[in-house]
């Protein structure tokens, strides 16, 4: 007995999105007119009586014979109408009575002849099918554009000395440094490298400075995707970023891998059996399903570790944070005001300023709220403020404007 249920579990599998349902009903409006514009048309038959007393009184305006029928429209008419050329006169001798009466236009061929609800047919099967070859040409250009930059191993150039204060991130990272760059020490003692890294907290904390700089301190390849990036409109593309993005790294090993945004596709599942999920909702758990294989499938002198990063840990499905996986979970907070003052001061060495300690000081204590890639914009506004009024430095009046302008800015993102 067909179960219902299975088959479209598989319909679902294979129209998850829009793009694929669209693409599929273009080519079934394709194949319907094609079918309706190839159809021989079915014209009003006539009597060849009728056909005659209308030519002669030099009324057709066109005429086509096929060897078999005479189709002719009269004038001012849009109708077509059909009379059986037998027993009446063929070939020359209809030519000869056609030129006789006046009529304009006529045709002596056997190809399929079209009526104007024909071409309309044709046209809509031309437009169906430009639409579906293009949805399936864009559909190979992005599966081959897989080694995008997710896919090339990047030089950071970042370094911890770079990134102020997060000392507890830096020591809990510092191990994996160790491992990837003396991993025999290691297994002499029998321990296994922390394939994964959580980096969680809130935006512009730092997340992604310190995977950057954890792969320049190892000495090691590092890529870099967001994980928006496995995420298409087409079915399987995620899944094959993912096994693509492993395979690269192992070519590459020792490597890095970090995973920016990992929460757009880790986000708790409703149901753990596949195929409960309905819509585009299949792709994801596919392309964690994906990842939680690879994470799975690391050999023991493999040295990839996998760095995500996320702004909310408390969405993201158990069985990607269990042991084994992300064995190490790092929380990164909002800075506090001595290191709002020190990532001030980071920020500022390589700008031309004549700003007091006291101003930096002053707009640290009054950023309370504020994140590390907030502070960062604070200095290069300044920059743009001095540059506006034609100074060669930044002084503290420019610092202070800077401040409010960045202040005012996130306040009115907070009112949206």
């Not at 020792?254 to 599942?269: G, Q, T």
Request: glycine share 6%.
């Amino acid at each position: 007995m067909v179960n219902f249920r299975q088959i479209m579990q598989i319909v679902l599998r294979k129209f998850n999105d829009k793009l694929n349902v669209s693409a599929s009903a273009a080519m079934l409006i394709a194949c319907f007119c094609l079918y309706k514009a190839k159809a021989k048309p079915t014209l009003p038959l006539v009597k060849i009586s009728n056909f005659m007393l209308v030519l002669q009184k030099k009324l057709v305006e066109e005429v086509i014979y096929d060897g078999s029928h005479i189709l002719f429209r009269c004038v001012n008419q849009a109708q077509w109408l059909s009379t059986q050329a037998d027993p009446m006169i063929k070939g020359k001798e209809l030519l000869k009575a056609l030129m006789e009466y006046g009529v304009p236009r006529f045709q002596n061929c056997t190809q399929i002849y079209y009526t104007e609800r024909q071409m309309v047919y044709l046209i809509a099967s031309i437009a169906a099918l430009s639409y579906t070859f293009g949805i399936m040409a864009s559909h190979i250009i992005n599966s081959q554009k897989l080694s995008n930059k997710s896919m090339i191993a990047q030089s950071t150039g970042v370094k911890f000395v770079n990134i102020y204060g997060l000392e507890h991130a830096k020591k809990q990272l510092q191990q994996i440094i160790e491992y990837l760059q003396d991993p025999q020490k290691f297994r002499n003692v029998g321990a296994r490298l922390r394939r994964g890294v959580m980096i969680y907290g809130p935006p512009g904390t730092g997340k992604t400075m310190l995977a950057k700089a954890t792969a320049t301190e190892s000495n090691v390849q590092f890529l870099y995707c967001s994980a928006t990036e496995f995420m298409e409109v087409y079915v399987g593309t995620g899944p094959k970023r993912v096994r693509e993005l492993f395979k690269k790294a192992r070519e590459l090993a020792p490597a890095i891998i970090f995973i920016d945004e990992i929460d757009s596709i880790a986000y708790k599942r409703k149901n753990q059996n596949f195929g409960s999920e309905t819509g585009g909702d299949n792709e994801r758990v596919s392309t964690l399903n994906q990842l939680l294989t690879e994470l799975d499938g690391f050999k023991e002198n493999e040295n990839i570790v996998v760095i995500a990063a996320t702004n909310r840990i408390q969405i993201l499905d158990e069985a990607l944070l269990r042991s084994g996986r992300f064995d190490i979970k790092i929380e990164i907070e909002m800075p506090s005001e001595h290191d709002r003052k020190g990532i001030l001061g980071v920020h500022l060495q390589n700008k031309k300023h004549q700003i007091s300690s006291g101003m930096v000081e002053l707009v640290a204590k009054n950023a309370n709220g504020f994140s590390g890639a907030d502070m960062e914009n604070i200095t290069n506004e300044s920059a743009y403020i001095a540059i506006e009024k034609q100074q060669e430095f930044i002084i503290d009046a420019d610092f202070q404007e800077a401040f409010k302008k960045v202040t005012q800015e996130k306040q009115n993102f907070k009112d949206i």
